[in-house]
């Protein structure tokens, strides 16, 4: 087999793998899990930046654990109960009142923390936030109950056997790589520093995934494009490493499935979107990697 013939399957295998990844995340967002999952989550408020911090310096295990935070009314609608003796951690929610008209105004009930300015309109009446006052919620973990739908990224288990050559890559582009901490991050890639930093904790399998990740953010440059679009960044990144990973004989659908999924909203459309530029970082990494034995390693994976 000539090399160019070589390279041109090397490259319809790359776009097989984009397509695979769009008709299986589809697969997923119209199927019934979906669907509960989204109407779960709907029931979660988000946090303000100050309430987070204060969520964190109460209970910091849920950096790392992930768990859902929501008050004690919300989880009992979702069937689940919170146990006796757990301990709530103190957040700040608004205080809004209604003002129908002059010298009239009565309060109005607001979700914890739901941000509001200090006047808005609602349905004729104006709402003036009167200050805040001290609620309470719950983590996931502190009740019991029926189960709530996840669409949740699984971690990979196993040996790695692609850290040295993502790595290799990963500092040709004039970056460190190192294994620390990350907060409830797998990976990050700081800019700034030039640094690329993969959690301790990970597996070697999981590692390897995660290092191909950031590195598809190194190669696609997306310093700038974090900021402006942070949901396509991480669209683009694990496409890239799911593309690499499943090149080599790694599944990695567990993991970039779902991440993929939410990080689009359910839009195959923008997965879809994506595909050139993901592909052609995807083949860039592969071709790199074969003087390292890439196709030895996906042979015997």
Partial sequence: MSAAVAS??????????????????????????????????????????????????????????????????????LGRQVQAGSKGIAILAPCVYRRRGAGEAGPSTAPADNQADST?????????????????????????????????????EGEGALWDALAAQVAAAGFTVSRGGCGSANGCTNFAERTVVVAEHLSGRQADKTLAHELGHVLLDHETQEVIDRD??????????????????????????????????GSVERIRRTAERVVTTAQAVLAAMAPAGAEDLAASA
């Fill in 8 to 77: 041109t399957d090397k490259a319809d295998k790359v776009r097989e793998l984009h397509d695979r990844l769009v008709a299986q995340v589809e697969a997923l967002v119209t199927g019934e899990d979906w669907a509960r999952y989204l109407s779960v989550a709907a029931q979660f408020h988000s946090y303000s930046a100050n309430n987070l911090w204060l969520i964190l310096a109460q209970r910091p295990d849920l950096a790392t654990t992930g768990d859902r935070v929501a008050g004690y009314q919300t989880w009992k609608r």
């Fill in 120 to 156: 808005t309109e609602s349905a004729g009446a104006a709402r003036v936030l009167r200050g805040f006052k001290v609620v309470h919620v719950f983590a996931q973990s502190d009740t019991t109950g029926e189960s709530l739908p996840e669409v949740r990224p699984v971690l990979l």
């Fill in 232 to 265: 396509l960044a991480e669209i683009e990144a694990e496409s890239v490493a799911y593309i690499v990973c499943n090149a080599l004989g790694i599944d990695s659908a567990s993991y970039s499935l779902a991440y993929v999924a939410v990080w689009s909203g």
